[in-house]
């Protein structure tokens, strides 16, 4: 190391640096009960968290500058063990050499150590370290019937170290045979496999309840010229079950033969004919050469080649949710039943009643990932009076099951619904640990964290999606309560994130929360999207593959399922092996580089 520089500027400094290690000595002593409540294998890292946290409520950017100016480090890479990068500057500066420098850290927790922390956290939550990369590629399941064991060994083989089911979606059962398909082929590999299960949390999404009669299109498969490829399908039934089914008279189907025809006018007053093809009691497979649009009650003639062998209508068809359609300005409600007094209002049924009053006016509410912008107006008999500003495309549809955020209110529910507490008892009998979604506060990690305590089952893992405004808000205080759960760890939920923040915003809060990640020495997922069409399609854009690059600064990469994930995962985990030779976190590393040795 070069020599202290001259000793005004050395002492000015240093004055700088010692003030910065007063201020993370004051966020010490007033994060006392917080370090102090943190698990006794946590408390370093509960008191290097509000360490970071009174170093980062500073401007420091032009220290930082000065000291990289005379080669010292910038404090670019101390989240992991503040007080010791701040006091080894300062002992430098002063003229301090080798043992005393060492000496003058105090708690122990240097580079070294922290890093030793933070492996032994991940290793703790994810089970032992992929062979050949530091970073674990998470997957996401598919439904039931797709994740068998082929499934399982292409991902596998691929590079999956982890699953993640979504408690949102299935039953338990499904669950079991997914849990357990995974875990088996693991094993075959001579691979852990933990599985990780998504609590559902508060269900924001809304549902239109208005409903009106149903049309049921049953489409032509086209290639992308728009030419046929394939009649349309259907079934005739007597009662309609699902999909594409037609009701007709249930004594018509067992006297139905190959060949037959029902002829129609179909919604949109086109004429069709229904060739029968495949006869049975109680289903009949029939095709026809156009598409057609059905409802109830549609007038339809049986022939068999030129004798009519009887008229009657289609039966009942389910009704279906109103369509909705908004432009801007236009207001809806949002409620418990999603029904009005008034059929002129546009009603939306929402499922925790209870958190609408809590929403106040000029707050933004957003549906669809960020399609739909309202404000709220405030209560009404009705419900939440809510009033559209902005549009993606205008007018717009509302459709029943899309997300709604309300990122301006702090909403709460303080407690785990029926179906969380289902997917908790699920994961501590068949998985390793839950994914607890929406946290907000600090009060949501207590929730979770307390009930899987009571259960007794050391090593059952928590991942914190921190995928709200409020986590946002209340980041510092959701840390410190993690700390008191082992094995813990905090996913980056990118998506809501940018609906919830901005997609402006995302850019630095991604980065920031991994910053404070490593402050307390938690494991991170970045999660959301990552090669996402390539898990759709095969094929890679440039952005993701930038985009995965950036990942491996994270402990855990999560993939979201599609028809080509072990393509994907494959891909991640190419890029991870590749971008570990050249980076750990933030720091740059510099390995021997082909480019710069030139031709030959």
Same mark, same amino acid.
């Given at each position: 190391?070069?020599?202290?520089?001259?000793?005004?500027?050395?002492?000015?400094?240093? #004055?700088?640096?010692? #003030?910065?290690?007063?201020?993370?000595?004051?966020?010490?002593?007033?994060?006392?009960?917080?370090?102090?409540?943190?698990?006794?294998?946590?408390?370093? &890292?509960?008191?290097?968290?509000?360490?970071?946290?009174?170093?980062?409520?500073?401007?420091? @950017?032009?220290?930082?500058?000065?000291?990289?100016?005379?080669?010292?480090? &910038?404090?670019?890479?101390?989240?992991?063990?503040?007080?010791?990068?701040?006091?080894?500057?300062?002992?430098?500066?002063?003229?301090?050499?080798?043992?005393?420098?060492?000496?003058?850290?105090?708690?122990?927790?240097?580079?070294?150590? =922290?890093? &030793?922390?933070?492996?032994?956290?991940?290793?703790?939550?994810?089970?032992?370290?992929?062979?050949?990369?530091?970073?674990?590629?998470?997957?996401?399941?598919?439904?039931?019937?797709?994740?068998?064991?082929?499934?399982?060994?292409?991902?596998?083989?691929?590079?999956?170290?982890?699953?993640?089911?979504?408690?949102?979606?299935?039953?338990?059962?499904?669950?079991?045979?997914?849990?357990?398909?995974?875990?088996?082929?693991?094993?075959?590999?001579?691979?852990?496999?933990?599985?990780?299960?998504? %609590?559902?949390?508060?269900?924001?999404?809304?549902?239109?309840?208005?409903?009106?009669?149903?049309?049921?299109?049953?489409?032509?498969?086209?290639?992308?010229?728009?030419?046929?490829?394939?009649?349309?399908?259907?079934?005739?039934?007597?009662?309609?079950?699902?999909?594409?089914?037609?009701?007709?008279?249930? =004594?018509?189907?067992?006297?139905?033969?190959?060949?037959?025809?029902?002829?129609?006018?179909?919604?949109?007053?086109?004429?069709?004919?229904?060739?029968?093809?495949?006869?049975?009691?109680?289903?009949? !497979?029939?095709?026809?050469?156009?598409?057609?649009?059905?409802?109830?009650?549609?007038?339809?003639?049986?022939?068999?080649?030129?004798?009519?062998?009887?008229?009657?209508?289609?039966?009942?068809?389910?009704?279906?949710?109103?369509?909705?359609?908004?432009?801007?300005?236009?207001?809806?409600?949002?409620?418990?039943? /999603?029904?009005?007094?008034?059929?002129?209002?546009?009603?939306?049924?929402?499922?925790?009643?209870?958190?609408? =009053?809590?929403?106040?006016?000029?707050?933004?509410?957003?549906?669809?990932?960020?399609?739909?912008?309202?404000?709220?107006?405030?209560?009404?008999?009705?419900?939440?009076?809510?009033?559209?500003?902005?549009?993606?495309? &205008?007018?717009?549809?509302?459709?029943?099951?899309?997300?709604?955020?309300?990122?301006?209110?702090?909403?709460?529910? /303080? @407690?785990?619904?029926?179906?969380?507490?289902?997917?908790?008892?699920?994961?501590?009998? @068949?998985?390793?640990?839950?994914?607890?979604?929406?946290?907000?506060?600090?009060?949501?990690?207590?929730?979770?964290?307390?009930?899987?305590?009571?259960?007794?089952?050391?090593? $059952?893992?928590?991942? %914190?999606?921190?995928?709200?405004?409020?986590?946002?808000?209340?980041?510092?205080?959701?840390?410190?309560?993690?700390?008191?759960?082992?094995?813990?760890?905090?996913?980056?939920? !990118?998506?809501?994130?940018?609906?919830?923040?901005? $997609?402006?915003?995302?850019?630095?809060?991604?980065?920031?929360?991994?910053? $404070?990640?490593? =402050?307390? @020495?938690?494991?991170?997922?970045?999660?959301?999207?990552?090669?996402?069409?390539?898990?759709?399609?095969?094929?890679?854009?440039?952005?993701?593959?930038?985009?995965?690059?950036?990942?491996?600064?994270?402990?855990?990469?999560?993939?979201?399922?599609?028809?080509?994930?072990?393509?994907?995962?494959?891909?991640?985990?190419?890029?991870?092996?590749?971008?570990?030779?050249?980076?750990?976190?933030?720091?740059?590393?510099?390995?021997?580089?082909?480019?710069?040795?030139?031709?030959?």
């Amino acid at each position: 190391m070069a020599s202290p520089p001259p000793g005004e500027q050395a002492e000015r400094l240093r #004055a700088s640096l010692a #003030a910065l290690l007063a201020a993370t000595g004051r966020e010490e002593a007033a994060q006392h009960e917080a370090i102090a409540a943190a698990l006794p294998r946590h408390r370093l &890292s509960a008191a290097n968290l509000a360490h970071y946290l009174g170093l980062r409520k500073l401007d420091i @950017h032009r220290l930082q500058l000065e000291l990289a100016a005379i080669g010292l480090s &910038s404090l670019g890479r101390c989240e992991g063990h503040v007080r010791d990068t701040l006091t080894r500057l300062c002992a430098w500066l002063a003229g301090e050499r080798g043992d005393a420098i060492v000496d003058a850290a105090g708690d122990g927790l240097d580079r070294a150590k =922290a890093e &030793s922390i933070l492996h032994a956290n991940t290793r703790a939550l994810f089970g032992p370290r992929p062979r050949d990369r530091h970073v674990y590629i998470m997957v996401t399941a598919p439904d039931a019937a797709a994740a068998d064991a082929v499934w399982a060994d292409g991902v596998l083989e691929a590079g999956a170290d982890l699953l993640r089911i979504n408690g949102s979606h299935e039953s338990p059962a499904e669950w079991a045979a997914i849990a357990a398909t995974f875990k088996a082929r693991a094993a075959a590999f001579c691979r852990p496999g933990r599985v990780f299960v998504d %609590l559902p949390g508060p269900k924001l999404r809304t549902e239109i309840r208005q409903l009106e009669r149903g049309v049921l299109h049953l489409p032509r498969r086209k290639d992308r010229m728009g030419r046929t490829l394939a009649p349309t399908q259907v079934q005739l039934v007597a009662q309609h079950e699902s999909g594409p089914q037609i009701p007709v008279p249930a =004594a018509w189907l067992a006297r139905l033969e190959a060949g037959d025809l029902i002829a129609l006018t179909d919604a949109g007053g086109r004429e069709r004919t229904l060739t029968v093809r495949a006869p049975g009691r109680e289903k009949v !497979r029939a095709e026809c050469d156009r598409s057609l649009y059905v409802t109830t009650g549609l007038p339809i003639v049986w022939r068999r080649g030129e004798k009519s062998m009887g008229e009657d209508r289609i039966g009942a068809l389910p009704r279906q949710p109103r369509e909705l359609r908004v432009a801007a300005g236009d207001a809806f409600v949002l409620n418990e039943t /999603g029904l009005s007094s008034d059929p002129e209002v546009r009603a939306l049924a929402f499922p925790e009643p209870g958190l609408l =009053a809590q929403v106040q006016p000029g707050e933004r509410v957003i549906l669809d990932d960020g399609k739909l912008v309202a404000v709220a107006e405030g209560m009404s008999p009705e419900g939440l009076v809510c009033r559209v500003r902005e549009l993606m495309k &205008s007018p717009a549809r509302l459709r029943s099951g899309k997300g709604i955020a309300f990122p301006d209110s702090a909403l709460s529910l /303080g @407690h785990l619904g029926p179906q969380d507490e289902a997917a908790i008892a699920f994961a501590l009998e @068949h998985a390793d640990g839950v994914g607890v979604s929406f946290v907000a506060g600090a009060r949501d990690v207590a929730l979770v964290g307390e009930r899987i305590r009571q259960a007794g089952k050391p090593g $059952f893992g928590m991942i %914190l999606k921190l995928e709200t405004r409020g986590a946002v808000a209340n980041l510092a205080g959701i840390l410190f309560e993690a700390l008191k759960y082992d094995p813990v760890g905090i996913m980056i939920a !990118r998506g809501d994130l940018a609906v919830e923040l901005s $997609f402006e915003r995302l850019a630095e809060m991604q980065e920031e929360l991994l910053w $404070f990640g490593e =402050a307390c @020495h938690l494991p991170v997922v970045w999660a959301t999207q990552v090669l996402d069409t390539v898990a759709h399609s095969g094929l890679p854009t440039r952005a993701e593959v930038t985009d995965a690059a950036m990942s491996m600064r994270a402990e855990c990469v999560m993939l979201n399922k599609g028809p080509y994930i072990s393509a994907a995962t494959r891909m991640l985990a190419d890029i991870i092996r590749k971008m570990e030779a050249h980076q750990y976190k933030k720091r740059s590393l510099f390995r021997q580089l082909a480019v710069a040795r030139g031709p030959g």
